[in-house]
DNA sequence: CACCTATGTTAACGGTGATAACATTAAGTT
DNA sequence: AACTTAATGTTATCACCGTTAACATAGGTG
């Protein structure tokens, strides 16, 4: 874990915490770690990392800026070679969505549960160039060709596809999906329920 | 917290520990309770609940059986004086795991979420008649009166129906769906995309 | 060099879930 | 009624948790 000249003074120590932190994460699948199991990794005693976080949610804050690139990476190489604003590239954002959520489940959790400070939650969300903004363009973008008289509810359908999509993860996340239809599919769920909301009021 | 004759012996610790630690849950607003605080208030010592749970999960998958009684009530009450199979009766059991998930935000949690045992959770969910098997059958009315063609649909588009409520009522619980939408409403978002899968492919 | 600040260390505190060893009572058998 | 046994309490204890305090070491600046 890249240490510096000195045994004593680690030399990078928040930045390693915070990759330690991340690899323990996805390495047991939940969020769930001990300050204790990072130090470790680190080679580092506990309270060391009390100099550079305020306290163990401050570490998982951390993390979950890592998470927020992480999800735009899926979403980035999922639109790359697709036509923006046609329902291809809707499903293409959606299936990215589902992806992140059962590949990289625990950082899923990390980004939207309700543990800890609510509002660096909300914050990271908002601070970026987010998912959500790359779901409304291509939104905006496909009713302004395909339905032209509803262009101007696009952040209101916006969030109820991200609704949709965000509850279909959630519940395969939580292994909850397939409980009465066993075999219902994550993917064609949210395929069939993006062309039902796109074509509403026709 | 109903106590026996004797002062050593409790009585009925199982069941008092169960009410003591859902009125715990409900009186902090999380499941992130301790099987001490929950001794405490029925006034017994720690290790004397370890007789009644395994452990602490235990406990809280007891708990978790009194919250889908309290989903229930929710939904019976609220199609009362509806008349089933119509889409204002859709409308009101949406409503209603809405208002549950804000209202009894800890037990919606506790419900769900992903902690200890999963499999407790699924069998939970699907052992009585639920507010799923609710939804599915007045979907089911519903498409063979409005959309018969479409009425083999009905698992599929209760799934659907039910992850899109889902969706929106963790986003609120998390405190995330206005996060980009600042007007953004619970209520109003779900009777959109009701009408809009209700009316898919006509 | 002297000093200050940043950043490590070990020691300790209260609280956690859980187990072990022991105490008390209720219930059943004779 | 007396003895046994199982159920269900108790206190003592464990390892571990997040966190803080007190101390040690290094690097940078006068």
Redesign the interface.
């Known amino acids: 874990m890249n240490q510096s000249i000195s045994p004593y003074h680690h030399g990078d120590l928040r930045n390693c915490a915070i990759i330690a932190a991340a690899e323990l994460i996805e390495s047991i699948g939940s969020y769930d770690i001990t300050i204790s199991q990072v130090a470790k990794r680190v080679g580092v005693s506990t309270p060391a990392l009390y100099r550079h976080f305020t306290d163990k949610d401050a570490l998982l804050t951390a993390v979950r800026e890592l998470t927020h690139l992480g999800i735009m990476d899926y979403i980035t190489r999922a639109q790359a070679d697709i036509e923006h604003g046609t329902l291809a590239h809707l499903d293409a954002l959606g299936s990215a969505y589902l992806r992140y959520a059962t590949d990289k489940k625990a950082f899923f959790?990390l980004m939207?549960?309700?543990h800890g400070d609510?509002e660096s939650?909300?914050a990271e969300?908002?601070a970026k160039r987010t998912g959500?903004?790359v779901l409304?363009e291509a939104i905006e973008l496909y009713l302004q060709r395909h339905k032209p008289e509803s262009a101007g509810e696009s952040?209101?359908t916006?969030?109820?596809m991200?609704?949709?999509?965000?509850?279909?993860?959630?519940?395969q996340?939580?292994?909850?999906?397939d409980?009465?239809?066993e075999d219902?599919d994550a993917h064609t769920?949210l395929r069939?329920?993006t062309?039902?909301?796109l074509?509403?009021g026709e």
Chains 1, 2 share one sequence.
């Open positions: 959790g939207w549960e309700d609510t939650r909300r969300a908002r959500f903004q409304h952040l209101k916006a969030t109820l991200w609704s949709t999509a965000h509850g279909i993860a959630t519940l996340h939580n292994r909850m999906l409980t009465f239809d219902a769920l069939t329920a062309r039902a909301i074509q509403s």
